[in-house]
T-cell receptor, first 113, second 114 residues
Framework: EAGVAQSPRYKIIEKRQSVAFWCNPI?????LYWYQQILGQGPKLLIQ????????DSQLPKDRFSAERLKGVDSTLKIQPAKLEDSAVYLC???????????FGPGTRLTVT | AQSVTQPDIHITVSEGASLELRCNYS??????LFWYVQSPGQGLQLLLK??????LVQGIKGFEAEFKRSQSSFNLRKPSVHWSDAAEYFC????????????FGTGTQLKVEL
């Protein structure tokens, strides 16, 4: 069974630029999550999708972050414009349902200079 | 609000020695509890989980954890550590009351001395 795929693995941008991350969940997984992991901290949930609908985006900085999950499969997370404090690893996870085990991708390491 | 505390930021053990990583949680209902491991440049891998039932949970790679409701703890243990266990370990809490939203601790970095 293929795992959660993410790309790119690394990205370096300057502040005020925009960036997008892509996630392909495990086939058949209805629930998809985006987490932000700042160095030295645990992952923090940014947004949770159930199929193509948003379940929880309470911790998503909506003035600069956006996410979508068209057709209930792949998802993209965008930051526009980026700030220095957005430097982090962005993890995507998926599960069969909201009460099932979450499987994590390898993450995208973002550096904002 | 749900929260997790991992009081040890760094732990160093000798290979072959026993290991215990501490985790305390705060959750308003019956919690789901998890331990994840993260190696450098890798995503999070689930070691074990507690949903209900037996409070002593067995996981992969020889790890186990014990749920103690009275102490709000879910400590991770391994009787004999291998050098390959060096990684960062995260405790997390969630539950149906929160839509399975996971809240993670800040992690414990494990170093294994040969």
């Amino acid at each position: 069974e293929a795992g959660v795929a993410q790309s790119p693995r690394y990205k370096i941008i300057e502040k005020r630029q925009s960036v997008a991350f892509w996630c392909n969940p495990i086939s058949g997984h209805a629930t998809l999550y985006w987490y932000q992991q700042i160095l030295g901290q645990g992952p923090k949930l940014l947004i949770q999708f159930q199929n193509n609908g948003v379940v929880d985006d309470s911790q998503l900085p909506k003035d600069r972050f956006s996410a979508e999950r068209l057709k209930g499969v792949d998802s993209t997370l965008k930051i526009q414009p980026a700030k220095l404090e957005d430097s982090a690893v962005y993890l995507c996870a998926s599960s069969q349902g909201p009460s099932s085990e979450q499987y994590f991708g390898p993450g995208t390491r973002l550096t904002v200079t | 609000a749900q929260s997790v505390t991992q009081p040890d930021i760094h732990i160093t053990v000798s290979e072959g020695a026993s290991l215990e990583l501490r985790c305390n949680y705060s959750y308003g209902a019956t919690p789901y509890l998890f331990w994840y491991v993260q190696s450098p440049g890798q995503g999070l891998q689930l070691l074990l989980k507690y949903f209900s039932g037996d409070t002593l949970v067995q996981g992969i790679k020889g790890f186990e954890a014990e749920f103690k409701r009275s102490q709000s703890s879910f400590n991770l243990r391994k009787p004999s550590v291998h050098w390959s266990d060096a990684a960062e370990y995260f405790c997390a809490v969630g539950g149906t009351g929160g839509g399975n939203k996971l809240t993670f601790g800040t992690g414990t970095q494990l170093k294994v001395e040969l």
